[in-house]
């Protein structure tokens, strides 16, 4: 996702600016870096780790912000999440993208390259939209939550995948669970309550939930018996628009 600003003076709730993963930051430093400095100057502040606070309601993960993204990524991911943390960027017009990051404007974290926070300084701050890919967000409670924005990270790094068969993607799409009946495939290993990333038999991926039953217990089970929980799909772009 590139980036989206307005000339619009309504209040927006996607913006983002980062640097470098929170996660590459001694623990030493991370409190001067979360402290917001008086009379802050978006315009000609300096691009450092010690001035990302400089833009009022964004700033990178504290420590158990960053723990709950990551538990989260790490459910659908394993071992991959390295790849999705280290991985270098494809964003951007710079022959030197840099990597990605991670950020959280109000209550959602976003993930984007280096590159195009760099671009986006060029924007007023009241008209930048949104940059980057938003990948969930946190509820009033402080739980963090996966949403359908994140489906293209995870499915590039999934550990666990199903199939579906064509005749059951519709209902999937429109937010029901996945049964037995409606499985294609699925991958060996997979136990109750993992993260699975959900694809058509094309290989498109269609959302994600959570593992109802292992591998081996899906291959015993009747045709109406429970697969994997819905938890996001990508019908909800059409159903919850207001929302995303």
Known sequence: MGIIYSNSKIPVR?????????????????HQI???????????????????????NMRPLDESETT????????FTGNNLKNVVESPSHEGPDQNPGRYCFRLHKNRVYYVSESLVKR????????????GTNIGKFTKSGKFHLTIQALNLL???????????????????????????GLGRITDNINAYDGVV???MSDVPLGF??????????????????????QADTGEYLRNQEDL
């Open 14 to 30: 996607s913006k983002f600016l980062t640097l470098i993963p929170f996660s590459t930051i001694p623990v030493a430093t991370r």
């Open 34 to 56: 979360s402290r917001r400095p008086s009379n802050p100057n978006p315009v000609t502040a300096r691009y450092d780790f010690f001035q990302l606070n400089f833009f009022p």
């Open 68 to 75: 709950q993204v990551f538990e989260k990524l790490f459910k």
């Open 120 to 131: 986006a300084t060029n924007i007023k701050r009241e008209n930048l939209v949104a940059f």
């Open 155 to 181: 499915a590039a790094n999934a550990k666990h995948k199903v199939w579906l068969k064509p005749t059951s993607e519709m209902s999937f799409l429109y937010g029901n669970d996945v049964i037995k009946g």
């Open 198 to 200: 959900v694809f058509s």
């Open 209 to 230: 939930g959570i593992a109802a039953k292992s591998t081996q217990d899906c291959r015993k089970m009747d045709p109406n018996g429970l697969v994997v929980i819905r």
